[in-house]
């Protein structure tokens, strides 16, 4: 199991900027990607409604959701302890609690969902 703990959240203006930042520890060596996630305001069951908003795997390959590409920047050191992701550019409809987990080579998810940080854009 790993345990993963998120963090660089807050409150900032449209087109302001934030980095996210998720430390794992426990079980790292089982990590093939990771990803963050985002839960907005009005859906409020755990571990329903959220949304994959970017991810990264073991090369270093990237997917984003579409409605954050050119805004958002994933990335993670080598040792997979850390992912980071930096947010330009943002907007309104970015504010959710954002969380990261990680997968295992079978894509099988592997972290504990941590308590999140939260996100929001004012206009």
């Known amino acids: 199991q790993v345990q993963l703990v998120e963090s660089g959240g807050g409150s900032v203006q449209t087109g302001g900027s934030l980095r996210l930042s998720c430390a794992a520890s426990?079980?790292?060596?089982?990590?093939?990607?990771m990803a963050w996630y985002r839960q907005a305001p009005i859906v409020q069951v755990p571990g329903k409604g959220r949304e994959l908003v970017a991810s990264i795997d073991s090369s270093g390959m990237t997917h984003y959701l579409d409605s954050v590409k050119g805004r958002f920047t994933i990335s993670r050191d080598n040792a997979k302890t850390t992912m980071y992701l930096q947010m330009n550019s943002l907007k309104p409809e970015d504010t959710a609690v954002y969380y990261c987990?990680?997968?295992?080579?079978?894509?099988?998810?592997?972290?504990?969902w941590g308590r999140g940080t939260q996100v929001t854009v004012s206009s």
């Open positions: 426990g079980s790292i060596s089982s990590i093939n990607a």
């Open positions: 987990n990680a997968d295992d080579a079978s894509h099988r998810l592997i972290g504990s």
